[in-house]
């Protein structure tokens, strides 16, 4: 072990910090936050002694460099890069360098964007984006960063014992740093080669990661594109190292095929729509057969199969730009006039008035993860998770003035509604299962406790005896007279990230797992949904697929991609050892098996039959979740508290219906327990 002593100048102003860490490692001391950015009155005063062999001497404040978008359609003022701002003190013949972080202030860019606000408060904003059709992409010019520093090892600080935090950190002029050196597995390193040689560049910047990267597969269909759902992992596992300009990089590019044209037989979606992938094309230039350059395609659903727009892709968008956002300090992105007008656009086909009486998502078959016939039509966990998720990112990334005042009231109703909608409705412990089986059926009015209609007979044998006394679960989709009793692993997990379950039902969801570890993990985390659909039901709801057989990809396949919001949402309630557990059994077989998609049979032994090998979030999922159990108090930036002031906002009570009673005030000691 190292022993270093770091001198801080003690005139230095109270509100600096000091970072420690290596280049691409995630930051080792605490969470930087918003509207906040730290600054070293004088970098030049920091020095370093050490009883090393290695010499260490002190850098002034040096910028890492700009990039600078061109754009035919639009003109931008220089953007400062992921690395603009920060100072260095290099050591000698070592791996890690000194960074203060200091504040950039964000300049006002002028875009062709305008935003109307109308008189009608449901309909907030409308939003018009000029030039937004056939725009060429950016064109982003790259900067090569410092490559002398390597990244093998991630650092700890502690003072006397204890880890330096933001806190304890304040007024220390002399302190002893331990840096203790953790290597990284085998499997790590080989993950890591994997995930790098899967990025796709586009004009010589990274601008994602490819499906997956199987040299064996000849006819790799779409699996060859950046899709903005599999990037996610990728792009946490990048912004843990460190490495922020990919997914910079990524958010704008995707950003500016936000406003492309989007037709499928003569009909366009409405505006907000974020394609589900796109592909770096090389096409002549200009006509010149002998010029060429780089475009990008994208795909908004009128190439995939059964031709569905893709839903979430929007959602994860504004959840990946938070997280951008919070690990690598960097808001200035968030707060760019595109940027803002991006998420408006999302949130305004999200949030259209439309014939649902519910405040869930209405969506069809496909439009999501599970991205064929399975039965999810109508308002599927998964969705209304990242809905919820999705809202609660835009509530804290939004500026909020005049303008966005009436977007921001539309925001904090929905999101009120859909989390008493999804408490109060969604879950299922024995004590629900029961009180549904008593169910009295055909009740017309306001007070009626069977409120959806659901018939008793619905409550499928299997789910008698499957439910554990002290767990419960959302279920996975409700309507009028239906209720999907599968346990739908991606919105769960999500439910407990975004705290749109209570903290009772989010323990119970882990309770569920944990004591159904061999239906839900078995050999190879995790489970898409269970149970798998057989035989008859098999046939009418997923129309006898080849594909979704019995126990195989999207009916009851299991993928280890959801390792990562597993160890998210274990982290977030305390119990770190189920994601432990989970990950070091896909260890052991993933290296082996070649990085697989997914795999089949009942529990998880085999392959999957049509599994891609090599596939990215399969292996950016394995490396997120090893990099947040090394450092918990890196997922704090990742998932979201229980708000209860959420609870108090009545959506009813803003309209003067006459309404006598609120149906939410006799269920209001459920949701906050």
């Known amino acids: 072990m190292n022993t270093v002593y770091c001198l ?34 004088n970098p030049s005063n920091f020095r370093i002694s050490s009883d090393l062999t290695c010499k260490f001497s002190s850098c002034p404040l040096r910028n890492l460099g700009f990039r600078r978008l061109i754009d035919d359609a ?24 000194l960074y203060v972080i200091s504040s950039v202030s964000s300049d006002v860019r002028s875009f062709s964007t305008s935003v109307e606000t109308r008189v009608n408060d449901k309909n907030f904003e409308r939003i018009y984006v000029q030039g937004g059709i056939n725009v060429k992409p950016r064109v982003l010019e790259r900067i090569d960063t410092d490559e002398t520093v390597a990244n093998n090892e991630e650092s700890r600080i502690e003072v006397d014992g204890k880890n330096i935090t933001g806190e304890n950190a304040k007024g220390v002029n002399e302190c002893e740093v331990l840096i ?12 890591w080669k994997l995930l790098r040689d899967s990025v796709v560049t586009y004009c010589g910047s990274p601008v994602g990661t490819m499906a997956a990267n199987d040299p064996g597969d000849k006819t790799p269909l779409n699996y060859d594109q950046v899709f903005i759902r599999d990037f996610v992992p990728s792009a946490l596992a990048f912004l843990l190292k460190g490495e922020g300009e990919i997914v910079r990089n990524f958010l704008l590019h995707t950003l500016q ?18 394609p589900a992938s796109f592909k770096v094309r090389t096409v002549p230039l200009d006509g010149n057969n002998e010029a060429h350059e780089e475009v990008l395609d994208p795909d908004f659903g009128e190439s995939a199969i059964g031709r569905v727009a893709p839903v979430d892709s929007g959602l994860w968008w504004i959840i990946l730009l938070r997280a951008y956002g919070k690990i690598t300090g960097d808001y200035t992105l968030q707060e760019r006039v595109d940027v803002q007008t991006g998420i408006k656009l999302i949130l305004n086909l999200c949030l259209t008035d439309g014939f649902d009486m519910f405040p869930s998502l209405l969506v069809t078959d496909g439009s999501c993860m599970i991205d064929r016939r ?24 939004i500026i909020q003035n005049d303008a966005s005042m009436n977007l921001v009231r539309a925001i904090n109703n929905r999101l009120s509604a859909l989390s008493f909608h999804i408490r109060e409705y969604y879950w299922v412990d024995m004590y629900k299962i029961n009180e549904i089986y008593r169910y009295k059926t055909e009740e017309y009015s306001t007070d009626a406790t069977n409120k959806f209609n659901i018939y008793p007979d619905q409550i499928p044998s299997w789910l008698m005896d499957w439910v554990p006394e002290e767990g419960g679960y959302l279920i996975g989709n409700l309507q009028p007279a239906h209720m999907d009793f599968r346990f739908f692993t991606l919105g769960n997990l999500w439910s407990i990230i975004s705290s749109l379950g209570t903290p009772k039902q989010n323990q119970g969801i882990l309770n569920t797992i944990e004591a159904k570890w061999d239906d839900l993990v078995g050999h190879m985390p995790l489970k898409i949904c269970y149970p798998a659909l057989e035989y008859e039901e098999w046939r009418i709801i997923t129309g006898s697929d080849p594909k979704n057989t019995p126990w195989s990809y999207h009916n009851g396949g299991s993928w280890p991609t959801l390792l990562w919001q597993f160890t998210l949402a274990c982290i977030k309630m305390g119990r770190p050892e189920l994601a432990r557990k989970a990950v070091a059994d896909a260890e052991k077989r993933l290296p082996v098996d070649r990085w697989p998609e997914y795999y089949d049979t009942r529990n998880g032994r085999f392959i999957g039959k049509q599994s891609r090998l090599f596939q990215t979030w399969t292996i950016a999922g394995y490396l997120t979740s090893k990099m947040l159990l090394r450092n918990p108090e890196l997922a704090t930036l990742l998932f979201w508290e229980e708000d209860y002031e959420l609870l108090e906002i009545c959506v009813c009570g803003l309209s003067n219906s006459g309404r006598k009673k609120c149906s939410r005030l006799a269920a209001r000691s459920q949701i906050l327990v």
């Open 74 to 97: 639009q003109k931008f003022s220089r953007v400062p890069g992921p690395g603009f701002g920060r100072s260095g003190v290099f050591i000698s013949g070592s791996i890690r360098r």
């Open 180 to 191: 203790t050196k953790r290597e990284e597995s085998e499997a790590e390193k080989e993950a």
């Open 374 to 397: 399975m039965g999810i039509h109508g308002h599927p966990l998964e969705i209304q998770a990242l809905f919820y998720s999705a809202l609660r990112c835009s509530r804290e990334m």
């Open 8 to 41: 801080a100048n003690s005139t230095m102003k109270s509100s600096s910090r000091v970072l420690l860490f290596r280049r691409n490692s995630p930051f080792s001391g605490w969470s930087l936050p918003k509207s906040h950015h730290f600054l070293a009155s």
């Open 257 to 274: 095929l936000q406003s492309w044209e989007k037709t499928v037989d003569c009909y366009s979606p409405g505006q907000g729509l974020m």
